[in-house]
C-alpha cells in the first residue's frame, strides 16, 4: 500500500485566500483523522471520521474551518478565509478497526504557508 | 483536564543509551504510545503498551510504565545517529482509544 496520501505537500497563499487541503487514507481504514501541528502548540487533533461520518470536531479552531469525507477514499479540509495564524504543518492519519489495534498511519503533511 | 508533558530537548553520544520521559494525567487511559517524526515526515508508530503492564521490550526500545507516578519513559539502547528525531508520548482517552492527547515531542540529537 502507498500509505495516507497528502497533497499538496506545499501550500503558499495570501490572507483571505481559500485554501483546501486533501488526504487519500490507506485503503480499508475505517478511521480518519486530521491534525494540525505548530512549533508552540504541538500536535492538535482537529477532527476524525469514522466510516466517513464526522465524530468529533471540537478542535476545529472556527467557523473558517471546514471538513468533509464524500466517500471513504477522500478526505478535505478546507480553510475559507485563511489567516497568517493558519500556518502550520497539517496531517492527516488513517486507522482500521478491523485489525483490532490503534495504530495510525500518518501522511507526509502538508506544511501551509498564510502570507 | 488531560495533558501529556515531555522535556523538549535531549542529546546523546552514539552508543550511549537514550531515556526520553513522559507523564500524563490520565490514569483511566488504555494505551499509552511512543511516536517518533523524522524531519519533514509525518508520525510513525514506535511502540505502545497497554496500561496494565508495567514494562516492554521491543529490540533496542524498552518502555516502562509506573501508573502510580503516571509516568512513561522510552529507553533506546545503542543509539544511532539515525535515531536523531522528535519523539511524541501519547495517551488514549479514557472510553475512546481512537481520540489521543499528545506531548509536545522531545528532539532527541544523537552526536557522533
Known amino acids: 500500500d502507498a500509505g495516507v496520501i497528502q497533497s499538496p505537500r506545499h501550500e503558499v497563499t495570501e490572507m483571505g485566500q481559500e485554501v483546501t487541503l486533501r488526504c487519500k487514507p490507506i485503503s480499508g481504514h475505517d478511521y480518519l483523522f486530521w491534525y494540525r501541528q505548530t512549533m508552540m502548540r504541538g500536535l492538535e487533533l482537529l477532527i476524525y471520521?469514522?466510516?466517513?461520518?464526522?465524530?468529533?470536531d471540537s478542535g476545529m479552531p472556527e467557523d473558517r474551518f471546514s471538513a468533509k469525507m464524500p466517500n471513504a477514499s477522500f478526505s478535505t479540509l478546507k480553510i475559507q478565509p485563511s489567516e497568517p495564524r493558519d500556518s502550520a504543518v497539517y496531517f492527516c492519519a488513517s486507522s482500521s478497526h478491523r485489525t483490532g489495534d490503534y495504530e495510525q498511519y500518518f501522511g507526509p503533511g502538508t506544511r501551509l504557508t498564510v502570507t | 483536564g488531560e495533558d501529556v508533558e515531555q522535556s523538549l530537548f535531549l542529546s546523546v553520544r552514539e552508543g550511549d543509551s537514550s531515556v526520553i520521559n513522559c507523564t500524563y494525567t490520565d490514569s483511566s487511559s488504555t494505551y499509552l504510545y511512543w511516536y517518533k517524526q523524522e524531519p519533514g515526515a509525518g508520525l510513525q508508530l514506535l511502540t505502545y503498551?497497554?496500561?496494565n503492564m508495567d514494562m516492554k521490550q521491543d529490540q533496542r526500545l524498552t518502555v516502562l510504565l509506573n501508573k502510580k507516578d503516571k509516568h512513561l519513559s522510552l529507553r533506546i539502547a545503542d543509539t544511532q545517529t539515525g535515531d536523531s528525531a522528535i519523539y511524541f508520548c501519547?495517551?488514549?482517552?479514557?472510553?475512546?482509544?481512537?481520540?489521543?492527547?499528545w506531548g509536545l515531542g522531545t528532539s532527541l540529537a544523537v552526536n557522533p
Open positions: 471520521f469514522n466510516n466517513n461520518v464526522p465524530i468529533d
Open positions: 501519547a495517551e488514549s482517552y479514557a472510553g475512546n482509544n481512537r481520540k489521543l492527547i
Open positions: 503498551i497497554f496500561s
